[in-house]
């Protein structure tokens, strides 16, 4: 409390001006805070979209294979798939009729059958129908990855309803495919139309009724996880009960994009000092005091 600051004003001014500035620096401070945090958030949200991004490429391929088949069918021939109605992710989360979650490439349903597709975006296949991936791992047969799908499909449509698994791999010359594994590896468009359309007449020569399509999947819809973010939770699921580095990583930053949003929900407390009326009248004071003295002496050395 330096006498001098009260003689120029100094005080005057802190006790008058300081409880505005402190509130526009804090806002400021706050605002700052809360654009740094955005801009982590987003940063984490980018990388969990680069996890869930990855196959997407090969399905995006798949997927006009599908309609080329539909299309090349004509409007006679019933199908459906969970496009139809905006799913993007299709999982089929844990239920009463099965404690796992399940994530499905794609589904095509037609009126000979129901094809779950197990789409892989590899350019090469092993003999036993399995992959290596760039760092040297060596990845499961893509047919085996379907069997616990495949299961809970014919779980649910009944013995009625045949549930064929299809392996999709789009980026895969035919010759390289393996004919010895004992289930369908196709490659392009002409290999799906061929199945379904040799599904089709062997159904029709065995004087089996055609399905309805739009029947099951109004059957299928029900057991799909319509959250906008499903495939997150599904793998969030695995992250739980089957750790690995991508699945674990991915637990990781969620858990760091849920930080940083509680992080974002606190705001810092704006405490503003009243200001003190009392002290801001003997603060005015002293300036005045002091420019009449100073008045007074010019005066009286003047005269």
Same mark, same amino acid.
């Given at each position: 409390?330096? =006498?001098?600051?009260?003689?120029?004003? #100094?005080?005057?001014?802190? %006790?008058?001006?300081?409880?505005?500035?402190?509130?526009?620096?804090?806002?400021?401070?706050?605002?700052? *805070?809360?654009?740094?945090?955005?801009?982590?958030? %987003?940063? #984490?949200?980018?990388?969990?979209?680069? $996890?869930?991004? *990855?196959?997407?490429?090969? !399905?995006?391929?798949?997927?006009?294979?599908?309609?080329? &088949?539909?299309?090349?069918?004509?409007?006679?021939?019933?199908?459906?798939?969970?496009?139809?109605?905006?799913?993007?992710?299709?999982?089929?989360?844990?239920?009463?009729?099965?404690?796992?979650?399940? !994530?499905?490439?794609? &589904?095509?349903?037609?009126?000979?059958? &129901?094809?779950?597709?197990?789409?892989?975006?590899?350019?090469? &296949?092993? =003999?036993?129908?399995?992959? /290596?991936?760039?760092?040297?791992? %060596?990845?499961?047969?893509?047919?085996?990855?379907?069997?616990?799908? #495949?299961?809970?499909?014919?779980?649910?449509?009944?013995?009625?309803?045949?549930? $064929?698994?299809?392996? +999709?791999?789009?980026?895969?010359?035919?010759?390289?495919?393996?004919?010895?594994?004992?289930?369908?590896?196709?490659?392009?468009?002409?290999?799906?139309?061929?199945?379904?359309?040799?599904?089709?007449?062997?159904?029709?020569?065995?004087?089996?009724?055609?399905?309805?399509?739009?029947?099951?999947?109004?059957?299928? +819809?029900?057991?799909?996880?319509?959250?906008?973010?499903?495939?997150?939770?599904?793998?969030?699921?695995?992250? %739980?009960?089957?750790?690995?580095?991508? *699945?674990?990583?991915?637990?990781?930053?969620?858990? /760091?994009?849920?930080?940083?949003?509680?992080?974002?929900? #606190?705001?810092?407390?704006?405490?503003?000092? =009243?200001?003190?009326?009392?002290?801001?009248?003997?603060?005015?004071?002293?300036?005045?005091?002091?420019?009449?003295?100073?008045?007074?002496?010019?005066?009286?050395?003047?005269?």
């Amino acid at each position: 409390m330096s =006498p001098l600051r009260w003689v120029l004003g #100094v005080q005057l001014v802190i %006790e008058w001006l300081f409880p505005k500035l402190h509130l526009a620096l804090a806002s400021r401070v706050d605002a700052v *805070r809360l654009k740094a945090l955005q801009l982590k958030k %987003e940063a #984490v949200a980018s990388r969990i979209d680069a $996890h869930l991004g *990855r196959g997407g490429a090969a !399905e995006a391929v798949v997927s006009t294979y599908i309609e080329d &088949v539909r299309s090349a069918a004509g409007t006679g021939i019933l199908t459906w798939r969970p496009a139809d109605q905006g799913v993007q992710s299709i999982v089929m989360p844990p239920s009463l009729r099965c404690d796992s979650s399940h !994530e499905l490439d794609d &589904v095509f349903i037609t009126c000979a059958g &129901v094809y779950l597709l197990e789409v892989k975006g590899w350019r090469d &296949v092993r =003999p036993n129908g399995g992959h /290596q991936a760039q760092d040297g791992t %060596e990845l499961d047969p893509a047919h085996h990855q379907s069997i616990a799908k #495949v299961r809970r499909l014919r779980d649910l449509f009944g013995p009625d309803v045949p549930v $064929h698994s299809l392996v +999709m791999l789009p980026n895969v010359a035919p010759a390289q495919l393996p004919w010895d594994l004992g289930a369908t590896y196709l490659t392009g468009p002409a290999d799906l139309s061929l199945t379904f359309r040799a599904h089709f007449h062997a159904r029709r020569l065995a004087g089996l009724p055609m399905l309805d399509p739009l029947c099951l999947g109004s059957q299928l +819809m029900p057991e799909l996880d319509g959250r906008p973010q499903a495939k997150l939770h599904h793998l969030l699921w695995l992250a %739980e009960r089957y750790p690995g580095d991508g *699945r674990t990583q991915v637990k990781e930053l969620f858990d /760091q994009l849920l930080d940083l949003e509680r992080q974002a929900g #606190v705001r810092l407390p704006l405490v503003v000092r =009243p200001r003190r009326h009392l002290v801001i009248a003997i603060a005015a004071l002293f300036p005045v005091a002091t420019a009449a003295y100073a008045a007074m002496w010019v005066r009286q050395l003047l005269g």
